[in-house]
């Protein structure tokens, strides 16, 4: 099975501010990678997929970059909306596994 | 307006048995793969079964395989997940989620295994 670690575990970020989440796959997971924001109570909703490709809706303050093993979702200008658990995803293989998630807070 | 509504959940005893249904709308069901993945209380996310537009590719987590089956019925536009032999770490909220990228998920539907 392909292992996702995903860091850091916890942020706190200012308003404005630019913030980057990692994932890192135990394997090549060829961009097959997806990004998903989730804020307390509500189910996730997709971000990026395909790596980064900016899924419908989603504003252009976020984006998805990587290849092979390493990947990044990056959040510019950071909004008080934006707080939330952010979560990765490969769906290179089955099993589908994700990483434990980033918990993003304001400072 | 895409729409997953998940259905079926609740509190049952342990080695009992539950059937999550999940209606789809407002876009072709049968033209996609749908995946059920679920939270536990407080934790991450976790990916417990895919089945491919018409039904020939299913997939299970190592958690569930032999317990539970997801099954399709492209006529009433309906996912399904059989669960069979629940244990108290079955315990979750399940989704039920569009495309191999989970691009629209159900508002989800607790399940409870407690004694």
């Known amino acids: 099975d392909i292992q996702m670690t995903q860091s850091p575990a916890s942020l706190s970020a200012s308003l404005g501010e630019t913030v980057t989440i990692e994932c890192r796959a135990s394997?090549?997971?060829?961009?097959?990678l997806a990004w998903y924001q989730q804020k307390p109570g509500n189910s996730p909703q997709l971000l990026i997929y395909?790596?980064?490709s900016l899924a419908d809706g989603v504003p252009s303050r976020f984006s998805g970059s990587g290849s092979g093993t390493q990947y990044s979702l990056k959040i510019n200008s950071l909004q008080s909306e934006d707080v939330a658990s952010y979560f990765c995803q490969q769906y290179n293989n089955y099993p589908n596994t994700f990483g434990a998630g980033t918990k993003l807070e304001l400072k | 307006e895409v729409q997953l509504v998940e259905s079926g959940g609740g509190l049952v005893q342990p080695g009992r048995s539950l059937k999550l249904s999940c209606l789809a709308s407002g876009f072709t069901f049968s033209n996609y793969g749908m995946n059920w993945i679920r939270q536990a209380p407080g934790k991450g996310l976790e990916w417990v079964a895919s089945?491919?537009?018409?039904?020939?590719?299913?997939y299970y987590a190592d958690t569930v395989k032999g317990r539970f089956t997801i099954s399709r019925d492209n006529a009433k536009n309906t996912l399904y997940l059989q669960m069979t032999s629940l244990r108290s770490e079955d315990t979750a909220l399940y989704y039920c989620?569009?495309?191999?990228?989970?691009?629209?998920w159900g508002q989800g539907v607790m399940v409870t295994v407690s004694s």
């Open positions: 989620a569009r495309h191999a990228w989970s691009d629209y």
């Open positions: 395909d790596a980064n």
């Open positions: 089945i491919s537009s018409s039904s020939s590719y299913i």
């Open positions: 394997e090549d997971i060829y961009s097959n």
